[in-house]
Structures are given as structure tokens and as C-alpha cells.
């Protein structure tokens, strides 16, 4: 379990970047009412340079979804707005309407049931960020968030927490769960699958786990300059505990098989595999175009930062092809082969002796025979 749990860093980070931008960077006027073209463009401040990065950095995790997997996605997001609708999602929240809270929004005027329904309104709008599908959507989501929850932050936190020490915060979160999982899987490499086969509860109960490890280990020590975070939920009646804890109840309400977790998990895994054809870093984005009559093109996986191809991921997995007349694989992994027709067809891995293919795929291989 140990081991696991540190495979599921990356993702860690992801959950991390997404929970807390909204509730401090946005929510507190830093990204301006402009279209996602003029947030991201080349003249902007440090803070949108940033901002620029970590939505690339997630984003760039959807193009390892399989169409199954942003189904799942989909379906999360559809669930949540019927749950705000219908109201089932007020038993997972109520945690967050501390007496400390209440009294916060009291103080500007505001009853106990209208706070409720702006820390509601909050976390719908940051699901639209979480399910984002393209990056100016997911820019969009949070110049909104901005927008519409501004007051909702200054309310519950004040003014004094600056974007720059959020980002700090993330960065050196992130650097110490880097520095944990590139230690651990020296240890044992083959951990990177450990998770492929496992139930969305069990990546569930894992990633929420690592992820309060990671928050606790950055911001608890008593000369961190991050523990700001710790005493501004403290004032509320919050923690990370408690945060963790409602997100987990949110997926009950509308993700309640965890497949949506798991989606998000898988993408992170197939994040760290890197596959080189011929020498040449291949992509999820670009598909491989071959001639017809190309034969074994060496194919080798590594894991990201640990090693160069020595464990021979791709021997311990089983490949096939959507379509032999384009293109063809080796059984041990090794090579690829342009077959005679011409078109395009998927080259998949997946784990030895997995029933489940698509769910528990593990590469995906783009190949465009000419």
C-alpha cells in the first residue's frame, strides 16, 4: 500500500493545483474579466505565465483519456448539476458550515442559508474547472469562479493570502511528492502498475490519502511559511482533513462508482510512461506515420525520470492492434510493422491477462500508414 500510494503523486499534484486555485488565486480578483486568448497571451504578468503552465500541465493529462473514460467524466460533471438541482448535494457539504463560517457571513449581512448556498455555488463552479475539456474552456471556468465567488473568498479568508505564496506552495508541494515517488519506484519500478487493475474506491482511498500526506507534510511543520494555509482554515473551523473529507463526499453524490477517479488516475499513470519509436519520443497527440511496407521500428517504454528502458515495461505487457492490414505490433512489445492497407488504426497495451482492455489500457499508439 505504501508503494502505491506514491505512484499516485502526479495526480496528487493535479488534485491539488485544481482544489486549491479557486478558493485563492481567482476568487481573489488575480485573473482579470478578459477572453481566455488575452489570459494566456505572450505580454502577461508572472501570475498569468503560472496560471498559463498549471492549466497546460492538467490539461495536458486529457489526451491520455480513452473515449470510455471521458464518458465517465461527463457523466461526474452531468451529476453534479443535478445534485445542486435537486438538492442532494447539501448533506455533503454541510461539514463546511462551521459556526466559525456562519458567523463570517453573518458579519456582512448574510444568513446561515444564503452561506450555504455560496459555498454550494462555489463548488459547482470549481467542478466546471475539474471537467474542463479543452484549455479555454478550463480558463473560462475560472475567470467565471472568479467572477461570481470573489465575495465568498474574501469572506471566509480575507486579503492577506497572496497568489504568489499559493503558487510557492504548490511548487514546493510538488517538489517533495517528485522527490517521493522517483525514490520509491527506484525501489521498485513495476509499482507504476500497481493500480492499473484496481477498483475506483481503491484508487479513491489511496490518491485522498497520499494527497492529505503531501498537504500536511508541506504546511504542519512550525517554520513553514506555508502554514499561513493551516491557520486561515483554522479561523473557519476548517482543515485539510475536512476538505479532503467533503470532496470525498461529493464523489459519493455524483461520481458513486469512482469510475471518474479512476479516469483521472489512469491518465495520470499513462503520463509517466514514455514511449520512444526509433529512437524518437512519441506522444498521445501525434499519431506515428508510416510507409507502407515500414517494418520493426524498435519500440521502447520507460518510466519518467527513473530509467531509459532497462526494466522492459514493455515485455511484461500484452499489445494489440485495432486493424493488422495497417499496422501491426510485436507481441513482446518490441517493434511495430506497417501492414499493406493504408489508414489509421490504434496500437494498445495493456496488462498481462487483463479481461478489462480499454479500462485498464495502459498505451495507445496513434499509427497513420500513407
Known sequence: MKKTKKVLASLAIASMAITMIPFNAFAAGVVPTKTSAQ?????GSSQTVKLKKIVT??????GYLNPSEKDSLNEAKSNFLTAVQD???????DGLLTDQVVAKFQAKGITKADANVAIIK??????????????????????????????????????????ELLFDYMKATQDELQKEIKTEIKK????LFALVGG?????????VEWLKTALHNVSDRANSKYNIFNQKFADIGWNIDLLLDTQRQVGVVIDPSNVAKKA???SVIRSQIQCRINGTMSDPFTPLTLKKGDNKLKLDLSIKGIDTGAYKIAGLLAWKTDNSAIA?????????????????????????????????????ITVAVK
Not at 39 to 43: E, L, M
Request: no cysteine.
Open 39 to 43: 489570459i494566456v497571451s505572450k505580454g
Open 57 to 62: 500541465e492538467f490539461m495536458s493529462l486529457r
Open 87 to 93: 438538492g442532494t448535494l447539501n448533506g455533503a457539504t
Open 122 to 163: 462555489s463548488l459547482q463552479d470549481f467542478q466546471a474547472i475539474l471537467y474542463a475539456s479543452d484549455d479555454a474552456t478550463m480558463v473560462s471556468a475560472l475567470v467565471k469562479f472568479k467572477t461570481e465567488n470573489g465575495r465568498t473568498f474574501r469572506t471566509l479568508f480575507g486579503d492577506d493570502l497572496n497568489v
Open 188 to 191: 521498485n519500478p513495476y509499482a
Open 199 to 207: 477498483s475506483g474506491t481503491e484508487i479513491e482511498d489511496i490518491s
Open 264 to 266: 483521472l488516475a489512469m
Open 328 to 364: 501491426t505490433v510485436a507481441g513482446d512489445g518490441s517493434s511495430i510493422n506497417a501492414g499493406t492497407t493504408k489508414g489509421t488504426t490504434f496500437i494498445t497495451a495493456y496488462r498481462m491477462n487483463d479481461s478489462q482492455v480499454e479500462t485498464n489500457e495502459l498505451i495507445r
